[in-house]
């Protein structure tokens, strides 16, 4: 047998060495990166690591990252990187405002119903060096940026080496505004370096894409929506257009010219700045000193929109910065002018021809507007989005359409081929997420996962659709099920119904709800019966016991027979009840009913008792034809109409004298029109034999009371003679007449089945 030679020993112990120290190292570095809790936050499942990575050794350029974990299921999302525009802008900002799982509110952080996590692996980078709290140690550096995104491309590949569990995952880089740079030229970095990175797709939200085209578009959308005058917008594309005004203004560093001073002038009369947000036509402007920025028409380079103080105040709380492994930094929103110098030139690359590349290597790109932005409008990037399809030679796969989000248009899109896609959001601004988080929410989900959006015409044949509960049987099994399927996917859900399916858990619980809104109430029960409560499964025999206990004590009847009749099943005993509850129902309605055109008969309260304290002579005592001193005549008590139902007046005898005392004269309370219940309905307030209940419904009441004398009590006079109280009250005599269950089994072959 052949020994293993010695030196062959020491180089696999010291490869093994090298691998696991490597992967120790890698798992520090996380560790170290890991954030135990950011200040304020509320309650999260999700994985948060925040820090640096170093992208220059020798110039000490470091990059800040932000990156949250899925909510649900981080294993199997991919990963989105996202990138702010600017030029300068956070993206630690973008995820704090915009699509992150927090938003700032005073001191503490509310959690973001809608954030992007929910979809996927969310990683925010802070570039260039210079913006929020990414640095460089060689000062130089800050004074010439432009758009070499090399940076980002080494802080891609050492931040796959200290997460290395991410390199090989789906890998999409996302990013709005100026973005409409960074995000092309990263990704066709990334294909010509050909490093392993698994890119699927890119998504830029009103892109910088074409200068001429985007400068010049705003001018078109002002005068759409009424922002500007007609001769205003004349000036503006005849005398001198916005990208000769950025050219000669912000390029060039010089002043304008007369013509275009003018024009300028001209249309911040009509726009002025401080009242106008062009990030967000329809919205109103915050005026702080932070974002005052923001809303400035000229003589500053256009930024992404700011959200305020709020998130200012708290990035730059120190025990904020220490929870987030930050240097202690004056953190802004954006970096420009007085820490960043951009080179104004590289507004004016051609975005176009590096997406036509990015297309035909197969990576698929979406390009989408908020429609309310006028910074760079849908009118543009529409426009753009058109040409480079018919210069790749690409058909039209989805015709310009609208799409839908619960139920309403949340936009319109359209596809070419099936790598490249145009949509906008309806009712957003430059930012999407911030005004319309939910629809941005699902485009960004179907983007993801290679779906078209939702069509309209869907929600039409839904809204005709007779959606049938399941019944407890299961005879419409197979059309609920289609039904079902039908109304889940046009919802987005279809996915939770799938085995071994990686949903989150908000779109589990509306499949939940939904489809329990569409069971039987019996089948309801079953399936409850079959749960866990407490981590203890709950058996039928529990749940009909439970059912038994509570029983009012009046239903004790009711409870003792049920328990007779042996139920097997919890959904029959359940069954029995709604049909004795429906029936109980029907019956206490048809007792407070009254004959038609029949005239109300008075309320028995205290009212009806007349008592007079001050008097002997009350209401029977008066003067006149008709009527005597003394008491009122005995002979004529039961004179006149008799009812069914009502008690006529009668003269209260000897033994129904109450013997009141007060001033030396006796004084009588007589009772004005108490009720009876009806012997062969229950019902009261109708003339005799002429009761118009349904004949099963006096069958029912009938038989319920077969040897119940004593549950059910009729309001008798020979009763309501023998009170001798002063005051009394008729509801102690006006006793529930209750039905059990055996009114409504009937018994075939042993088998029992409930009354219809």
């Given at each position: 047998?052949?020994?293993?030679?010695?030196?062959?020993?020491?180089?696999?112990?010291?490869?093994?060495?090298?691998?696991?120290?490597?992967?120790?190292?890698?798992?520090?570095?996380?560790?170290?990166?890991?954030?135990?809790?950011?200040?304020?936050?509320?309650?999260?499942?999700?994985?948060?690591?925040?820090?640096?990575?170093?992208?220059?050794?020798?110039?000490?350029?470091?990059?800040?990252?932000?990156?949250?974990?899925?909510?649900?299921?981080?294993?199997?999302?991919?990963?989105?990187?996202?990138?702010?525009?600017?030029?300068?802008?956070?993206?630690?900002?973008?995820?704090?405002?915009?699509?992150?799982?927090?938003?700032?509110?005073?001191?503490?952080?509310?959690?973001?119903?809608?954030?992007?996590?929910?979809?996927?692996?969310?990683?925010?980078?802070?570039?260039?060096?210079?913006?929020?709290?990414?640095?460089?140690?060689?000062k130089s550096f800050y004074g010439f940026v432009n758009d070499d995104i090399t940076d980002n491309l080494k802080f891609l590949q050492r931040w796959f080496d200290e997460f290395p569990e991410y390199k090989n995952r789906d890998l999409f880089i996302t990013g709005q505004s100026y973005a409409g740079h960074y995000v092309p030229q990263l990704a066709q970095l990334i294909i010509q370096?050909?490093?392993?990175?698994?890119?699927?797709?890119?998504?830029?939200?009103?892109?910088?894409?074409?200068?001429?085209?985007?400068?010049?578009?705003?001018?078109?959308?002002?005068?759409?929506?009424?922002?500007?005058?007609?001769?205003?917008?004349?000036?503006?594309?005849?005398?001198?257009?916005?990208?000769?005004?950025?050219?000669?203004?912000?390029?060039?560093?010089?002043?304008?010219?007369?013509?275009?001073?003018?024009?300028?002038?001209?249309?911040?009369?009509?726009?002025?700045?401080?009242?106008?947000?062009?990030?967000?036509?329809?919205?109103?402007?915050?005026?702080?000193?932070?974002?005052?920025?923001?809303?400035?028409?000229?003589?500053?380079?256009?930024?992404?929109?700011?959200?305020?103080?709020?998130?200012?105040?708290?990035?730059?709380?120190?025990?904020?910065?220490?929870?987030?492994?930050?240097?202690?930094?004056?953190?802004?929103?954006?970096?420009?002018?007085?820490?960043?110098?951009?080179?104004?030139?590289?507004?004016?690359?051609?975005?176009?021809?590096?997406?036509?590349?990015?297309?035909?290597?197969?990576?698929?790109?979406?390009?989408?507007?908020?429609?309310?932005?006028?910074?760079?409008?849908?009118?543009?990037?529409?426009?753009?989005?058109?040409?480079?399809?018919?210069?790749?030679?690409?058909?039209?796969?989805?015709?310009?359409?609208?799409?839908?989000?619960?139920?309403?248009?949340?936009?319109?899109?359209?596809?070419?081929?099936?790598?490249?896609?145009?949509?906008?959001?309806?009712?957003?601004?430059?930012?999407?997420?911030?005004?319309?988080?939910?629809?941005?929410?699902?485009?960004?989900?179907?983007?993801?996962?290679?779906?078209?959006?939702?069509?309209?015409?869907?929600?039409?044949?839904?809204?005709?659709?007779?959606?049938?509960?399941?019944?407890?049987?299961?005879?419409?099994?197979?059309?609920?099920?289609?039904?079902?399927?039908?109304?889940?996917?046009?919802?987005?859900?279809?996915?939770?119904?799938?085995?071994?399916?990686?949903?989150?858990?908000?779109?589990?619980?509306?499949?939940?709800?939904?489809?329990?809104?569409?069971?039987?109430?019996?089948?309801?029960?079953?399936?409850?019966?079959?749960?866990?409560?407490?981590?203890?499964?709950?058996?039928?025999?529990?749940?009909?016991?439970?059912?038994?206990?509570?029983?009012?004590?009046?239903?004790?009847?009711?409870?003792?027979?049920?328990?007779?009749?042996?139920?097997?099943?919890?959904?029959?005993?359940?069954?029995?009840?709604?049909?004795?509850?429906?029936?109980?129902?029907?019956?206490?309605?048809?007792?407070?009913?009254?004959?038609?055109?029949?005239?109300?008969?008075?309320?028995?309260?205290?009212?009806?008792?007349?008592?007079?304290?001050?008097?002997?002579?009350?209401?029977?005592?008066?003067?006149?034809?008709?009527?005597?001193?003394?008491?009122?005549?005995?002979?004529?008590?039961?004179?006149?109409?008799?009812?069914?139902?009502?008690?006529?007046?009668?003269?209260?005898?000897?033994?129904?004298?109450?013997?009141?005392?007060?001033?030396?004269?006796?004084?009588?309370?007589?009772?004005?029109?108490?009720?009876?219940?009806?012997?062969?309905?229950?019902?009261?307030?109708?003339?005799?034999?002429?009761?118009?209940?349904?004949?099963?419904?006096?069958?029912?009441?009938?038989?319920?009371?077969?040897?119940?004398?004593?549950?059910?009590?009729?309001?008798?006079?020979?009763?309501?003679?023998?009170?001798?109280?002063?005051?009394?009250?008729?509801?102690?005599?006006?006793?529930?007449?209750?039905?059990?269950?055996?009114?409504?089994?009937?018994?075939?072959?042993?088998?029992?089945?409930?009354?219809?």
């Amino acid at each position: 047998m052949m020994q293993p030679q010695r030196g062959s020993i020491v180089v696999v112990a010291v490869v093994f060495a090298t691998v696991i120290q490597a992967f120790s190292t890698e798992n520090s570095l996380q560790e170290a990166d890991k954030i135990t809790r950011l200040p304020g936050q509320p309650q999260v499942n999700c994985q948060q690591y925040a820090g640096y990575v170093t992208v220059d050794e020798k110039q000490g350029r470091s990059l800040f990252y932000y990156f949250v974990e899925a909510q649900t299921d981080p294993a199997s999302k991919p990963l989105v990187l996202w990138l702010n525009g600017g030029p300068g802008c956070s993206s630690v900002g973008g995820a704090f405002i915009a699509h992150g799982p927090f938003q700032p509110s005073g001191d503490i952080l509310l959690k973001n119903d809608f954030s992007w996590n929910r979809e996927a692996n969310m990683l925010y980078l802070e570039s260039p060096a210079g913006v929020g709290f990414s640095y460089s140690a060689n000062k130089s550096f800050y004074g010439f940026v432009n758009d070499d995104i090399t940076d980002n491309l080494k802080f891609l590949q050492r931040w796959f080496d200290e997460f290395p569990e991410y390199k090989n995952r789906d890998l999409f880089i996302t990013g709005q505004s100026y973005a409409g740079h960074y995000v092309p030229q990263l990704a066709q970095l990334i294909i010509q370096s050909k490093l392993k990175f698994n890119l699927k797709a890119v998504a830029i939200g009103n892109p910088l894409l074409e200068f001429n085209t985007d400068a010049n578009s705003p001018a078109e959308y002002w005068w759409s929506h009424g922002l500007i005058s007609d001769a205003t917008f004349a000036n503006l594309t005849s005398v001198c257009n916005y990208s000769e005004i950025f050219r000669q203004e912000v390029i060039r560093g010089g002043p304008l010219s007369p013509a275009c001073d003018a024009v300028a002038n001209q249309f911040e009369r009509e726009v002025p700045g401080h009242l106008i947000n062009p990030y967000d036509v329809t919205l109103d402007v915050c005026l702080s000193s932070v974002e005052a920025q923001s809303f400035q028409l000229r003589k500053t380079v256009k930024i992404d929109v700011c959200i305020g103080d709020e998130i200012v105040t708290y990035l730059n709380r120190p025990d904020v910065q220490e929870a987030l492994h930050a240097r202690v930094t004056n953190w802004t929103i954006c970096s420009n002018g007085g820490v960043l110098e951009y080179d104004m030139k590289d507004h004016e690359i051609l975005m176009l021809p590096v997406l036509g590349d990015l297309v035909k290597s197969g990576i698929r790109v979406l390009i989408y507007s908020g429609d309310q932005d006028s910074i760079i409008p849908l009118v543009s990037t529409r426009t753009l989005v058109n040409g480079l399809a018919k210069d790749l030679g690409l058909q039209t796969n989805v015709p310009y359409r609208v799409w839908v989000q619960e139920k309403q248009v949340a936009g319109w899109t359209q596809v070419y081929g099936d790598t490249l896609s145009y949509a906008t959001i309806r009712g957003a601004g430059h930012e999407a997420p911030i005004s319309q988080p939910e629809r941005s929410l699902l485009l960004f989900t179907s983007f993801l996962r290679g779906k078209p959006l939702p069509k309209a015409l869907m929600l039409i044949i839904l809204a005709n659709l007779d959606f049938v509960a399941l019944d407890v049987i299961g005879n419409n099994y197979l059309t609920w099920v289609m039904d079902a399927k039908i109304h889940l996917k046009a919802g987005n859900l279809g996915k939770t119904i799938k085995e071994d399916n990686h949903a989150s858990s908000q779109d589990r619980a509306k499949t939940m709800i939904f489809i329990r809104r569409h069971l039987d109430e019996g089948l309801k029960s079953e399936i409850s019966s079959q749960l866990k409560l407490c981590g203890e499964t709950i058996i039928k025999e529990d749940m009909m016991e439970q059912t038994f206990s509570t029983f009012h004590a009046s239903n004790v009847l009711l409870q003792q027979q049920s328990r007779k009749r042996g139920f097997i099943e919890y959904n029959q005993l359940i069954s029995v009840f709604l049909v004795v509850e429906q029936n109980n129902e029907l019956l206490m309605k048809n007792h407070q009913s009254r004959p038609t055109r029949s005239a109300p008969f008075p309320e028995v309260n205290a009212a009806s008792l007349e008592e007079n304290t001050t008097s002997s002579r009350g209401n029977n005592y008066k003067r006149g034809r008709g009527h005597k001193r003394g008491w009122w005549n005995e002979k004529r008590k039961n004179h006149g109409v008799q009812f069914h139902n009502q008690v006529p007046r009668y003269n209260p005898g000897p033994s129904f004298k109450i013997a009141n005392r007060q001033k030396g004269k006796a004084h009588i309370n007589t009772l004005r029109n108490p009720e009876e219940v009806c012997h062969k309905c229950g019902g009261n307030g109708h003339w005799a034999r002429t009761y118009r209940t349904p004949k099963h419904l006096v069958d029912l009441y009938q038989v319920s009371l077969k040897e119940k004398g004593v549950d059910t009590n009729f309001l008798d006079q020979a009763k309501l003679m023998d009170i001798t109280d002063t005051m009394f009250d008729l509801s102690g005599e006006l006793n529930t007449t209750h039905l059990d269950v055996s009114n409504f089994i009937i018994e075939r072959e042993n088998e029992v089945y409930g009354s219809e």
